[in-house]
């Protein structure tokens, strides 16, 4: 048997290399990534703030500081994964020298 590759063959392997690049840059996106951290460690903190005791709020001079870092925290990471849904990464461009395959 021949290991040989068609053109077609080679020009769609390529393709859908290309197309799981793509996919992988998107799941990996800085800002998705940073939004979920922000939002999960906001749930947490604003949850510590709501239940500060008296105490807790004492040593801040009454302010209930966990409870508004935690609502920072979850502004910035809900703006953080909204940027992502409304402006997606766009898919990258084919190559200028790359002519597509002749049927």
């Known amino acids: 048997m021949s290991d040989h590759y068609s053109d077609r063959d080679v ?12 996919t992988a840059a998107r799941l990996f ?7 979920g951290l922000f939002v999960v460690y906001g749930v947490i903190v604003t949850v ?3 239940t500060a005791s008296d105490t807790d709020r004492a040593k801040t001079q009454g ?4 409870l508004w870092t ?25 190559a200028s020298g790359e002519e597509e395959p002749a049927e």
Do not use: C, H, Y
């Open 63 to 66: 302010i209930n500081i966990n």
């Open 48 to 50: 510590a703030g709501l």
């Open 29 to 35: 996106d800085i800002r998705r990534i940073i939004g």
């Open 11 to 22: 020009q769609r392997e390529v393709t859908e290399l290309e197309k799981n690049s793509a």
């Open 70 to 94: 935690g609502l920072g925290m979850l502004a910035l990471g809900l703006f953080f994964l909204a940027w992502l849904w409304l402006r997606p990464l766009a898919p990258p461009a084919p």
